[in-house]
């Protein structure tokens, strides 16, 4: 079984965060990871993606250029990567943020207000949270429970004050019915 995984949108959305969440929840559950960052100068609100592959096998390279999923948290990088999913493949998208449905019949296609539920929960900056929290309930690909472990023990002491939002941000998206 292999994941080709692309996370986009806008540098300061915790994209590569939420890459990182998953190749590290990847690693400890014994599967062959890679992350690959690529954002642009701008940092916050410029483009921003990840890709990453989990996989029981070997892998041969980084790139994903065909995600098997994709996950897509503005406009542009849903106009640029949903035509890229493989057939039969997946688009997570947050709906509060793309105001239009992918007319693809040959992918599944999954809508929650991400950004929305973030902000009508005192959870600003934690949509990509929320999409996860939603994604591990579509998919199935990890154990909610030790994923919640996994992403709030990675962190560190200094940001403690993080945990509880990320505890919450994870619920509402895996709670959600869309």
Not at 7 to 21: M, V
Not at 70 to 84: A, E, G, V, W, Y
Not at 165 to 177: D, H, M, R, T, V
């Amino acid at each position: 079984m292999t994941y080709n995984i692309l996370i986009a949108g806008f540098g300061g959305q915790g994209i590569l965060f939420a890459g990182k969440a998953l190749a590290k929840m990847g690693m400890n559950e014994g599967l062959y990871v890679t992350w690959l960052p690529s954002y642009g100068p701008e940092m916050r609100g410029g483009a921003a993606n990840c890709s990453v592959v989990l996989s029981d096998t070997e892998i041969g390279s980084p790139l994903v250029p065909e995600p098997d999923i994709l996950i897509s948290m503005n406009i542009p990088s849903f106009d640029k990567f949903t035509p890229k999913i493989k057939p039969g493949g997946t688009l997570f998208a947050d709906c509060s943020m793309i105001d239009k449905k992918c007319t693809r019949t040959d992918i599944n296609a999954y809508y929650i207000p991400a950004s929305a539920l973030a902000s009508d929960n005192d959870l600003q900056g934690l949509a990509n949270v929320v999409m996860l929290g939603y994604f591990l309930k579509v998919t199935g690909i990890f154990d909610y429970d030790k994923f919640l472990l996994d992403i709030t023990s990675g962190i560190p002491a200094s940001r403690a004050n993080l945990i509880e939002g990320n505890k919450k941000a994870l619920a509402i998206g895996y709670a959600y019915e869309g």
